[in-house]
């Protein structure tokens, strides 16, 4: 069943990595009612869903290995908070999307730790199990690493059992089998019951290329379909976003079942792109994408970023050169899809690997004090000495919250770049490849876009069918204002162009 258009699709969204963001009760650890005091922040920064990374209970910080799906994880808050926090955002018109891992559970689930008592416990069949003999048979000893998960041995050792599980991610995490039709009703109950009896507006789908393992690949994408019937029947409107962390070609048949899916490919092409300073023929390599994304679902929803929580940051991507932080939004902002910003993004937060240091504490004031500031890690990237606050940024025009909230506010009132459906994008061809230009098309008002990758200031030529466009509707280059003046753009620099206004003939009189 191909995923049905959902009405009011949010334009842009925000990934709030829960430990980090805000903390309301002083334990240092971001919680509920932290989000719950951020609301009219989100809100004024023009954000329209909030994804939350997982709320349920669970022993890791990260909380990706779920013991509970039906509760709330005590260190983040209650169930009334989350009612608070749901009722509090859709006041404001925002959606909020729960991060739902239905790959795995913890190894302390429940439904775990009756698997492996015996073979005959009827969970056993919820995870998948092989004596060694077997797993040589099929010659899935071993797997090839994938950008996500870099377990090589998927199979774990159950003491006093002849029989191993799987765990593609780490053997804490025992990879559920969904040929049990037993699990597949407890799945289903448990989307039930947050679209309906809780009420939350959709959700993210962790890891949705590894349903299936490698063996049986084909039906991960099958699986989409059994889970999209069920959303659809608990809550037509509630919207998808599957996370299939692969090339386009692997991601496009998802669309079949899911609303959107994360394009991992153009945020790496964006980050090389920003690093080396020159065009890699993104826009062709965008069009042929949505051809294929059409040809599953035309109603596709093309979930773009440019990092998320499982990636080194973009600040640090561009070694925390704030002109390429702003030219990053720029691009990313004028693009054609559905934008998940991560949180601290709009303040230039940075963090490299190892993963606690990608998912730093947000720098809401220069404090350290604050209360309000997450404390369960000791930051290495994002403090005060080399980022900006919040409370700093605000007040400052030249900021790249400012940037990033003039920028989200034409998103959303441009009728050009608020198109979601349908993405509006045709190629501008300039004849340099430190320059990245493209169109808009759209009925009310078409829009050029120009951005300078380089390190070089670069002269351009608008082609001739687009002389019109002399407009200027956004610059961060100081020389172009209101007017284009000079055929010269700045390094690092963008400028978003309209048709000029043609005065008005006078009246007959
Ligand atoms: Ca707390
Ligand atoms: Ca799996």
């Given at each position: 069943m191909?995923?049905?258009?959902p009405?009011?699709?949010?334009?842009?969204?925000?990934?709030?990595?829960v430990?980090?963001?805000?903390?309301?009760?002083?334990?240092?650890i971001?919680?509920?009612n932290?989000?719950?005091?951020?609301?009219?922040?989100?809100?004024?920064?023009?954000?329209e869903?909030?994804?939350?990374?997982?709320?349920?209970?669970?022993?890791?910080?990260?909380?990706?290995d779920v013991t509970?799906?039906?509760?709330?994880?005590?260190?983040?808050?209650?169930?009334?908070?989350?009612?608070?926090?749901?009722?509090?955002a859709h006041r404001?018109?925002?959606?909020?999307?729960?991060?739902?891992?239905?790959?795995?559970?913890?190894?302390?689930?429940?439904?775990?730790?009756?698997?492996?008592?015996?073979?005959?416990?009827?969970?056993?069949?919820?995870?998948?199990?092989?004596?060694?003999?077997?797993?040589?048979?099929?010659?899935?000893?071993?797997?090839?690493?994938?950008?996500?998960?870099?377990?090589?041995?998927?199979?774990?050792?159950n003491?006093g059992?002849?029989?191993?599980?799987?765990?593609?991610?780490?053997?804490?995490?025992?990879?559920?089998n969904?040929?049990s039709?037993?699990?597949?009703?407890?799945?289903?109950?448990?989307?039930?019951?947050?679209?309906?009896?809780?009420?939350?507006?959709g959700?993210?789908?962790?890891?949705?290329?590894?349903?299936?393992?490698?063996?049986?690949?084909?039906?991960s994408?099958?699986?989409?379909?059994?889970?999209?019937?069920?959303?659809?029947?608990?809550?037509p409107?509630?919207?998808?976003?599957?996370?299939?962390?692969?090339?386009?070609?692997e991601?496009?048949?998802?669309?079949?079942?899911?609303?959107?899916?994360?394009?991992?490919?153009?945020?790496?092409?964006?980050?090389?792109m920003?690093?080396?300073?020159?065009?890699?023929q993104?826009?062709?390599?965008?069009?042929?994408?949505?051809?294929?994304?059409?040809k599953?679902?035309?109603l596709?929803?093309?979930?773009?970023m440019?990092?998320?929580?499982?990636?080194?940051?973009?600040?640090?991507?561009?070694?925390g050169?704030?002109?390429?932080?702003?030219?990053?939004?720029?691009?990313?902002?004028?693009?054609?899809?559905?934008?998940?910003l991560?949180?601290?993004?709009?303040?230039?937060?940075?963090?490299?690997?190892?993963?606690?240091?990608?998912?730093?504490?947000?720098?809401?004031?220069?404090?350290?004090?604050?209360?309000?500031?997450?404390?369960?890690?000791k930051?290495?990237?994002?403090?005060?000495?080399?980022?900006?606050?919040?409370?700093?940024?605000?007040?400052?025009?030249s900021?790249?919250?400012?940037?990033?909230?003039?920028?989200?506010?034409?998103?959303?009132?441009e009728?050009?770049?608020?198109?979601?459906?349908?993405?509006?994008?045709?190629?501008v061809?300039?004849?340099?490849?430190?320059?990245?230009?493209?169109?808009?098309?759209?009925?009310?008002?078409?829009l050029?876009?120009?951005?300078?990758?380089?390190?070089?200031e670069v002269?351009?030529?608008?082609p001739e069918d687009?002389?019109l466009?002399?407009?200027?509707?956004f610059?961060?280059d100081?020389?172009?204002?209101?007017?284009?003046?000079?055929?010269?753009?700045?390094?690092?620099?963008?400028?978003?162009?309209?048709?000029?206004?043609?005065?008005?003939?006078?009246?007959?009189?």
């Open positions: 191909p995923a049905d258009k009405t009011n699709i949010p334009k842009v969204c925000y990934e709030i990595f430990r980090s963001f805000c903390d309301s009760n002083g334990d240092g971001g919680d509920l932290g989000i719950i005091s951020k609301l009219d922040y989100l809100a004024d920064l023009g954000i869903a909030i994804w939350l990374t997982p709320i349920h209970p669970s022993p890791s910080y990260h909380k990706y509970d799906y039906y509760a709330i994880e005590p260190e983040y808050g209650t169930m009334d908070d989350f009612r608070r926090l749901l009722a509090g404001r018109g925002m959606a909020v999307y729960l991060d739902l891992i239905v790959n795995h559970t913890s190894t302390l689930h429940p439904w775990f730790r009756e698997a492996r008592k015996s073979k005959d416990n009827p969970y056993r069949e919820f995870y998948w199990w092989m004596t060694q003999d077997q797993i040589d048979h099929l010659g899935i000893s071993e797997r090839e690493t994938s950008d996500d998960s870099q377990v090589v041995y998927p199979w774990h050792t003491p059992d002849d029989e191993k599980y799987y765990g593609l991610f780490y053997k804490g995490m025992p990879d559920l969904y040929h039709e037993a699990l597949r009703e407890e799945i289903a109950k448990i989307v039930r019951f947050w679209l309906n009896d809780i009420g939350v507006d959700f993210r789908l962790d890891a949705a290329r590894h349903i299936y393992p490698e063996w049986d690949r084909e039906q994408v099958t699986f989409w379909d059994f889970f999209s019937k069920i959303v659809a029947k608990a809550n409107t509630a919207f998808t976003v599957g996370e299939v962390w692969a090339d386009t070609e991601v496009a048949p998802y669309f079949r079942h899911l609303n959107a899916t994360f394009h991992f490919d153009l945020s790496f092409a964006l980050q090389r920003l690093v080396a300073g020159r065009d890699e993104l826009i062709d390599k965008l069009i042929a994408s949505f051809n294929l994304f059409q599953y679902n035309p596709f929803v093309n979930a773009i440019l990092t998320n929580h499982d990636q080194e940051r973009i600040g640090s991507v561009v070694n050169n704030t002109a390429k932080i702003k030219l990053a939004a720029s691009i990313l902002l004028t693009l054609p899809g559905q934008p998940y991560y949180y601290g993004e709009e303040i230039g937060m940075l963090g490299s690997k190892p993963d606690p240091y990608i998912r730093e504490p947000f720098l809401w004031t220069a404090d350290p004090d604050d209360p309000q500031l997450a404390r369960w890690i930051p290495q990237f994002t403090t005060p000495k080399t980022v900006a606050p919040l409370s700093a940024q605000i007040h400052d025009e900021s790249v919250f400012n940037h990033y909230k003039s920028l989200l506010h034409l998103r959303k009132t009728p050009a770049l608020a198109q979601v459906l349908a993405p509006n994008l045709q190629p061809r300039l004849g340099n490849d430190e320059l990245l230009a493209y169109f808009r098309p759209h009925a009310d008002r078409s050029m876009v120009i951005h300078n990758l380089g390190e070089h002269e351009f030529t608008i687009k002389s466009f002399t407009e200027v509707l610059s961060t100081p020389p172009h204002e209101k007017q284009l003046t000079t055929n010269r753009l700045s390094p690092h620099s963008s400028i978003i162009l309209a048709p000029a206004r043609v005065s008005a003939k006078p009246e007959n009189q």
